[in-house]
């Protein structure tokens, strides 16, 4: 049924979702875990409901948090000069760039490798939290409506991504080893590209959007 076939008044939007191949107009219903919701008109895929969604998130964000911390202080490379051993951590980098008068990339990078993956997995774990413990925070629609859109610049994970093989070249060309950083930053550009690829938006926001609240 279409929405022109349907009386103005008994259209309840909220309800409803339409499908992205055919535009059908369907009725959103309860899925249990590991169902896939198909349309009937035409066999698309409108809605997934993984296993686990919330628990597999949860643990994903709360692994990159972790991660977090080592991959901005240890350092991800050591420079050998003359027998002197010189650390660098992601922080310090940043600090350097600034220092040497390359403010532009010393602001990328910033945003691409600390500001923006920190605040994704905060947001990303405060939503999981709140809907596995299920806590009746009455922000979670702005959390999550914000997470979504910083997550559409999907960019800022090429830009990381950059970065990393910037610093995998200089160890080419330089008397440069590995740090356990290095290892720590590269878990954490995994985790924030699985984290927001895996995530099922669909069961998220049914719960958020739940009679409870
Ligand atoms: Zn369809």
Redesign the pocket.
């Known amino acids: 049924m279409t929405e022109s076939q349907l009386n103005p008044e008994e259209i309840d939007t909220k309800g409803l979702i339409a499908?992205p191949?055919?535009d059908?107009l369907i009725r959103k219903t309860e899925a249990g875990q590991g169902i896939k919701g198909l349309?009937p008109?035409?066999g698309?895929t409108l809605f997934h409901v993984k296993k686990d969604p919330i628990e597999r998130t949860l643990i994903l964000s709360l692994t990159g948090l972790i991660f977090f911390v080592p991959a901005m202080v240890l350092p991800i490379m050591t420079l050998d000069t003359l027998g002197l051993e010189q650390s660098t951590n992601i922080i310090q980098g940043i600090r350097a760039l600034f220092r040497d008068g390359f403010h532009m990339v010393g602001v990328i990078v910033l945003l691409t490798a600390v500001i923006v993956p920190l605040i994704k997995l905060t947001l990303l774990f405060y939503v999981s939290m709140a809907l596995r413990i299920r806590a009746d925070w009455n922000n979670m629609g702005p959390t999550f409506r914000f997470y979504q859109r910083m997550d559409e610049w999907g960019m800022l994970e090429i830009c990381m991504l950059g970065i990393l093989v910037s610093i995998i070249k200089l160890i080419d060309i330089a008397q440069i080893s590995y740090g356990i950083g290095l290892f720590c930053f590269v878990s954490l550009l995994i985790i924030t590209i699985v984290s927001s690829v895996s995530l099922d938006e669909h069961t998220y926001w049914s719960l958020i959007e739940g009679p409870s609240r």
């Open positions: 499908c191949e055919c059908l349309c008109r035409c698309c």
